[in-house]
């Protein structure tokens, strides 16, 4: 290759000299509204000469652009990949704010019952082996909340508290082991006993009613003046008869979701009766 070069190297340079000056002459040529038929000549000469020429050049600077498209295009892409993973971080805070601010509107509706809340609290702690079922709340005796008080959601009751100190109390769940709750069926008025029995569920003792049947709704009695009249405790899930049509074993689902819940609410204790027992 470079031994053909050097032999015509003269001739090589005539022809890049030619086609320098007829490209000179062509671009010239192309600015005049009238070029003769020496102008013409030159552009018909040149421009498929022309055309083999730039043709490398013109790919070259294809491939360019198009990898300069490509790298803005990933650039993009990054960038809008990260802002779609921003933005769902904001809609996930933004949910969870907002099922909160459900869960706490619906806790202040508890202001206008008959019994009102002495205070409102936090869940910051859970003791959920299968017999004993307690939460840890934030909020104590500095904000009134004593030992004995009825802790409630929206939809029911969640159990009542233990032990107080300043600024955080223990709650002791209606599904705890030794948790005792004086009720009555809501559509029968026939009165019985909630058991706590660990895990997720309690039973009904003592009925003075036998007509019960799953579906139930079973409510606070209010007896013992620990827990305030007509508060929901759960619905009965499940009845045994045995060998009779009297109910020999019943399981009652609670309303409340206890491995769920985050926020609850105080009410104030009456003076202790037979209501509740630990």
């Not at 001739?11 to 890049?16: D, F, H, S, T, Y």
């Not at 049509?245 to 609410?265: F, H, K, N, R, T």
């Amino acid at each position: 290759m470079f031994h053909f070069l050097s032999q015509h190297r003269v001739l090589l340079l005539v022809l890049v000299l030619v086609l320098l000056g007829l490209h000179l002459l062509s671009s010239g040529l192309k600015h005049q509204t009238d070029v003769g038929v020496f102008g013409k000549a030159v552009l018909y000469i040149y421009s498929p000469i022309y055309q083999v020429l730039s043709w490398p050049f013109q790919k070259i600077a294809w491939l360019v652009s198009k990898y300069i498209y490509l790298v803005d295009v990933r650039d993009t892409n990054t960038r809008l990949r990260s802002q779609n993973q921003q933005l769902k971080g904001q809609l996930a805070r933004f949910e969870e704010l907002e099922a909160e601010n459900q869960r706490l509107s619906a806790l202040l509706k508890l202001k206008n019952s008959a019994d009102p809340p002495v205070a409102y609290a936090r869940v910051v702690g859970r003791s959920l082996t299968p017999e004993f079922r307690t939460l840890i709340i934030d909020a104590g005796t500095a904000d009134g909340v004593g030992p004995g008080m009825a802790v409630v959601t929206a939809e029911g009751l969640v159990g009542f508290v233990a032990v107080a100190v300043p600024h955080a109390a223990k709650v002791v769940l209606i599904t705890d082991a030794s948790a005792r709750v004086d009720a009555i069926i809501q559509r029968t008025r026939g009165q019985t006993m909630v058991f706590g029995r660990g895990k997720s569920q309690c039973t009904l003792e003592y009925l003075t009613d036998a007509d019960v049947v799953n579906g139930d709704r079973i409510i606070t009695s209010g007896i013992g003046g620990v827990f305030p009249k007509g508060i929901t405790v759960g619905v009965v899930s499940s009845i045994n008869r045995g060998q009779t049509s009297a109910p020999q074993g019943i399981w009652l689902l609670p309303v409340v979701d206890l491995d769920a819940v985050e926020e609850v609410a105080i009410l104030a204790a009456k003076p202790v009766g037979e209501g509740l027992t630990r």
